[in-house]
């Protein structure tokens, strides 16, 4: 398997803008993560996916904050509309779930809004 | 207050000292714990598991002391290589699968 795979890798989008960034977890994974990491305050949870489903949302910072999973192959967390104080490197992570396996990350989307 | 709670750091060593991280978690229910580690612009990956027994997997090992709530990360002999950040993670048991990571430790070994 490819492992979890994001894209863009990079995005540089102005104020006001949509932006949407893909998932594509490892297949047979029923948990699905996104996180967004900034300096100050390190990796946080923005929600996360059992069987497409969305399970606890709470970390998502605002209604401009939206996450789908339409299938078991695909996710997409969208900016609408974004604001520079959205710059930050957002992860996807997979997992098989159960409380003792390994989360699989993504090489991450690294969103700058100008 | 954050659930996961680690020393930022920096922490720089010579080449071969040993050296600790410590990491305090709030939520008693938290079932199981975790290290990952990560490269400067790189993404997470799992170092390994902390069990109560605590474990051991060559230069690195790990305990879990539940009733002080906190876990540890030791690193004997350290490499150039290791230089990276750590971060500790709890996963919430009673039905969630949420992980939490704290901010991270980073390390620089240095020659």
């Known amino acids: 398997d490819a492992g979890v795979i994001q894209s863009p890798r990079h995005e540089v989008t102005e104020m006001g803008q949509e932006v949407t960034l893909r998932c594509k977890p490892i297949s047979g994974h029923d948990y699905l993560f996104w996180y967004r990491q900034t300096m100050m305050r390190g990796l946080e949870l923005l929600i996360y996916f059992n069987n497409n489903v969305p399970i606890d949302d709470s970390g998502m910072p605002e209604d401009r904050f939206s996450a789908k999973m339409p299938n078991a192959s695909f996710s997409t967390l969208k900016i609408q509309p974004s604001e520079p104080r959205d710059s930050a490197v957002y992860f996807c992570?997979?997992?098989?779930?159960?409380?003792?396996?390994?989360?699989?990350f993504g090489q991450g989307t690294r969103l700058t809004v100008v | 207050r954050k659930e996961v709670e680690q020393d930022p750091g920096p922490f720089n060593v010579p080449e071969g000292a040993t050296v600790a991280f410590n990491c305090t978690y709030s939520?008693?229910?938290?079932?199981?714990f975790f290290w990952y580690r990560q490269d400067c612009r790189k993404e997470p990956k799992l170092l390994m598991s902390?069990?109560?027994s605590g474990n051991e997997d060559g230069r690195f090992t790990a305990q879990l002391n539940r009733a002080s709530q906190y876990i540890s990360l030791l690193i004997r002999d350290s490499k150039l290589s290791d230089s990276a950040t750590y971060l500790c993670v709890g996963i919430s048991g009673a039905g969630s699968y949420q992980l939490t990571f704290g901010k991270g430790t980073k390390l620089s070994v240095i020659p």
């Open positions: 939520n008693s229910a938290s079932q199981s």
């Open positions: 902390v069990y109560s």
């Open positions: 992570a997979s997992s098989e779930g159960y409380t003792n396996t390994e989360a699989f």
